[in-house]
């Protein structure tokens, strides 16, 4: 690895690449819910529409991809914060993501249900 370099193609780069991407993905979640939301406003008949195709099962998947992006953004933000203002941080950054990667992997697993219950009803048709 060439000297001063602490982030080439290792840990800390993959942590930065998908920090930026949940971000992103975080963002664009938000302006859509906004527009959705404001259509309440304009018509409260489309609004309706745009809300039932929202309990789709196929929408729970990727509500369970937001839930995944928002608690990945939120594990490694801190992560960050350890890293930037911990004297010992950049030395345990490795250790800190493989720590953020269980943590996030448990609470994804957890939130299974919660999350993609109602999709699972409504396949099953109960």
Do not use: C
Request: aromatic fraction near 16%; glycine fraction near 8%; charged fraction near 15%.
């Amino acid at each position: 690895m060439p000297a001063g370099t602490l982030y080439r193609g290792r840990e800390g780069m993959w942590s930065w690449v998908a920090h930026r991407v949940t971000g992103v993905l975080i963002f664009f979640f938000l302006f859509v819910h906004v527009l959705d939301t404001a259509l309440v406003r304009v018509s409260p008949e489309d609004y309706d529409k745009v809300v039932a195709t929202y309990k789709t099962p196929i929408v729970a998947l990727l509500e369970y991809g937001l839930v995944a992006a928002i608690l990945f953004h939120a594990l490694n933000g801190l992560r960050v914060i350890a890293v930037d203002f911990w004297s010992k941080g950049p030395r345990y950054q490795k250790q800190m993501f493989w720590v953020v990667g269980v943590v996030w992997v448990v609470l994804m697993l957890g939130s299974v249900y919660s999350v993609l219950g109602h999709a699972f009803r409504v396949l099953v048709g109960s």
